[in-house]
């Protein structure tokens, strides 16, 4: 008999005589058994995440593309184009799409008739999976995931562990979908216990705009609806591991009433005008999926989970032949776009700016930055306040008087770079240290990611100063503007420590100018009548 095989007995055919403990076994039937071994697992879930950290799906260059094409405000377009272009740098580069390559999503089901080999749980392999991928010397990727949330929050340098779901299923492969899921956009995540006559299209509409920008839009919504609460969590989140295929269901027509509530959703949503990157435009979700679950009588739960402009997921599956493939986009499916900022940017010297020059800045004009800035996000944020509380100043090598300061935690460089991707981070998270740095340090002005929320904008209004956006997703494109760069301060804070960029034409838009206008409240208010007055299609 070949080792691989399963036995399978009838044991009601089995005599056992009395007096006597003799087993006598009848081989009724035999079916061969996979053999999954440790090293294909670890080795496919470090390749897979090595694959969506510069590949983004097809699907999604495709659906952001047609997008693009249709987009009417100029401020969406521009920002989709710089995602496109980003997207198409780093397939070429292999090197991260965005700076924060994420929390590791694992959807395991395993088939009840596979076999293992190797010493480690599954939940250990997938982990040496993470490990291997995240701390590939040839791209490196951040290493995001702190231990302790609630206390020390420290660093677990290789960013395991995943957040892993088994099944367990008929059959005798492993399937794995492993996503690489942004900050932004999880930290968006919504659940509600709605009562069962409520109506679940005007809880969604209701809750998208208090959602802002942060998590990088278009993008796409994963709703789950039933179930238990839990359950409904863990749908909306599977739900977004689904193709992008909204224009293909419009053209054959919903047949059942998920669908319809998928099509109602994407246009109503879209009709929001909310826009890329929460500047005002035509396109706001790429899709919406759906799955749903049996629920209690009295219940109706509803979680939606937005996914980002870098959208990450792969599929794979374990058959015993050894580590799964992955097949990278060609380079012809990459849109040819090309996004010149125009003789009408202005260019700014960040070494000679003054608060005269930027009182002359308008909202959602177009800068392009040379100069010396400096970076600084939530860690350091927290720790200068602390400072400021005991009555010290900042740290030696750091004066933020007339400066910048950019909100980034970058990745490591690799090779040549001076630095890895280096996108920007919610600035909402920062409105709070606001106040603060600009009465304290003299700083003129911010440079992050979406909208500021009501206590950030009335603190650049107080002081006069500006709050500049620069594109969500687009790390890689942003990278290369920047020549230099060096640790000023708070280095053990690893990503986000306080450094200084020298950086040449780093293009960025005011989203809040010193009388607090900010574009993330006018552009959507703007587009959401325009779509209403002249009908637009917005599929
Ligand atoms: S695109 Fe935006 S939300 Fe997504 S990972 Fe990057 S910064 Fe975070």
């Known amino acids: 008999m070949p080792p691989n ?16 403990l003799t087993l006598h076994l009848f081989y009724k039937s035999a079916k061969p058994m996979t053999i999954i071994r440790q090293e294909d697992v670890i080795q496919s879930v470090a390749d897979a995440l090595q694959y969506i950290s510069y590949f983004h799906p097809l699907d999604f260059i495709q659906a952001l593309h047609r997008a693009y094409e249709r987009e009417e405000s100029k401020a969406a377009k521009d920002a989709m184009a710089q995602i496109l272009i980003n997207s198409r740098m780093c397939a070429e580069g292999k090197r991260p799409i965005c700076q924060d390559t994420g929390i590791v999503n694992v959807f ?26 995240y701390s590939n010397p040839d791209n490196i990727l951040r290493a995001s995931i702190l231990s302790d949330p609630a206390g020390a929050r420290k660093n677990t340098k290789d960013n395991t562990p995943a957040v892993i779901h088994t099944r367990l299923v008929l059959g005798d492969k492993v399937e794995i979908t492993v996503a690489a899921k942004g900050g932004g956009s999880e930290n968006k995540a919504k659940l509600v216990m709605l009562n069962p006559s409520d109506n679940i299209t005007d809880w969604i509409l209701k809750t998208i705009p208090t959602m802002g920008a942060g998590w990088c839009p278009p993008g796409m919504l994963g709703i789950g609806i039933g179930g238990t609460a839990e359950k409904a969590v ?9 193709p992008i295929d909204i224009d293909e269901l419009r053209k054959r027509g919903p047949q059942n009433r998920i669908e319809e509530l998928r099509l109602e959703l994407m246009d109503k949503v879209n009709a929001l005008g909310i826009g890329a990157q929460g500047l005002g435009g035509l396109t706001t979700v790429l899709d919406v999926k759906i799955k749903d679950y049996p629920t209690h009588a009295v219940s109706l739960p509803v979680a939606m989970i937005p996914n980002c402009a870098a959208s990450r997921h792969a599929h794979f599956v374990l058959d015993g032949s050894g580590p799964a493939e992955q097949h990278p986009p060609k380079v012809e499916d990459y849109p040819k776009i090309s996004w010149d ?12 700016v003054t608060r005269a020059d930027i009182a002359t800045w308008k909202p959602g004009e177009t800068l392009l930055l040379s100069g010396k800035m400096l970076t600084g996000r939530d860690a350091a944020h927290k720790r200068i306040i602390d400072l ?23 990745v490591e460089p690799v090779r040549d770079e001076v630095v890895g991707p280096a996108g920007p981070t919610t600035a909402t998270r920062m409105d709070k240290f606001t106040d603060d740095l600009l009465e304290k340090t003299g700083l003129l002005g911010m440079i992050g990611k979406a909208e500021r929320g009501p206590t950030g904008i009335s603190a650049i209004k107080k002081h006069k100063a500006v709050y500049l956006m620069a594109v969500g997703g687009a790390a890689y494109l942003i990278s290369k503007a920047i020549r230099k760069t060096r640790v000023v301060a708070f280095a053990d804070l690893g990503m986000e420590a306080i450094r200084e960029f020298e950086v040449e034409d780093m293009p960025v838009s005011v989203a809040v100018d010193v009388n607090g206008i900010s574009v993330h409240n006018t552009g959507p208010a703007q587009w959401k009548q325009h779509i209403e007055e002249h009908g637009l299609k917005v599929k």
């Open 341 to 352: 900022v125009g003789p009408a940017a202005r260019r700014v010297n960040l070494d000679t």
């Open 234 to 242: 863990l749908m909306a989140k599977e739900s977004l591991m689904d």
């Open 388 to 410: 400021f509380n005991k009555g010290e100043g900042l740290p030696v090598g750091v004066d933020l008087r007339n400066k910048f300061i950019y909100y980034v935690g970058p």
């Open 5 to 20: 095989y399963v036995l399978e007995f009838d044991l009601d055919s089995i005599p056992i005589p009395a007096g006597r």
């Open 108 to 133: 395991v089901t395993v088939g009840m008739q596979v076999q293992w080999q190797g010493s480690l749980s599954l939940e250990d392999m997938i982990n040496e999976g993470v490990r291997r991928a």
